[in-house]
T-cell receptor, first 114, second 115 residues
Framework: AQSVTQLGSHVSVSEGALVLLRCNYS??????LFWYVQYPNQGLQLLLK??????LVKGINGFEAEFKKSETSFHLTKPSAHMSDAAEYFC????????????FGTGTSLTVIP | KAGVTQTPRYLIKTRGQQVTLSCSPI?????VSWYQQTPGQGLQFLFE???????NKGNFPGRFSGRQFSNSRSEMNVSTLELGDSALYLC??????????????FGPGTRLTVT
């Protein structure tokens, strides 16, 4: 079965520091990969997606992610954290091996320290 | 375009009751998926509808059901509510026939509390 692993359920960074949120997937076939962000009491908002085009994907709010097939990873980064980045981040996967379903990781809560 | 809307936003029910949640997708989107989000289990897929047909179903008991109308609006129903059904229920729509390759757009969710 397809699965997504997000390492670190809680990540804290200082304002202005690099943000790195980790996501690994299990699939023998490169899937479609997504990062979503969820602010309190809201739904999920798409940050970026990988669908077998460029391996480095740029998203909204200065976020980007790199697809690394050899490492089965799709880590999310942002060079400089802002206070407004504090939220829950979810990695998701879909593709031929998922039966047309989206599978989400358990989420990483990002805290930005002023 | 208007985003995905879900009604009601908040709901309090008693054990044993049933509840119906509604979702209106983005105009033109024909795929609607439902998820249950809880602190312990995270986001779990309930089911997906496309053109009024259930195309995929997650691992939930039969108390959870859904349907989609010809205008793509969707409802989900939970019968015989249990305390463990307390959760945020999220609806997501997708523009694609093959939802797997396209992002899903999420509504704000319905917060269900079962007492």
């Amino acid at each position: 079965a397809q699965s997504v692993t997000q390492l670190g359920s809680h990540v804290s960074v200082s304002e202005g520091a690099l943000v790195l949120l980790r996501c690994n997937y299990s699939s023998s076939v490169p899937p479609y990969l997504f990062w979503y962000v969820q602010y309190p009491n809201q739904g999920l908002q798409l940050l970026l997606k990988y669908t077998s085009a460029a391996t480095l994907v740029k998203g909204i709010n200065g976020f980007e992610a790199e697809f690394k097939k050899s490492e089965t990873s799709f880590h999310l980064t942002k060079p400089s954290a802002h206070m407004s980045d504090a939220a829950e981040y979810f990695c998701a996967v879909s593709g031929p091996n998922t039966g047309n379903q989206f599978y989400f990781g358990t989420g990483t809560s990002l805290t930005v320290i002023p | 375009k208007a985003g995905v809307t879900q009604t009601p936003r908040y709901l309090i029910k008693t054990r044993g009751q049933q509840v119906t949640l509604s979702c209106s997708p983005i105009s033109g989107h024909r795929s609607v998926s439902w998820y249950q989000q809880t602190p312990g289990q995270g986001l779990q897929f309930l089911f997906e509808y496309f053109s009024e047909t259930q195309r995929n179903k997650g691992n939930f008991p039969g108390r959870f059901s859904g349907r989609q109308f010809s205008n793509s609006r969707s409802e989900m129903n939970v019968s015989t509510l249990e305390l463990g059904d307390s959760a945020l229920y999220l609806c997501a729509s997708s523009p694609s026939v093959a939802a797997i390759a396209y992002e899903q757009y999420f509504g704000p969710g319905t917060r269900l509390t079962v007492t």
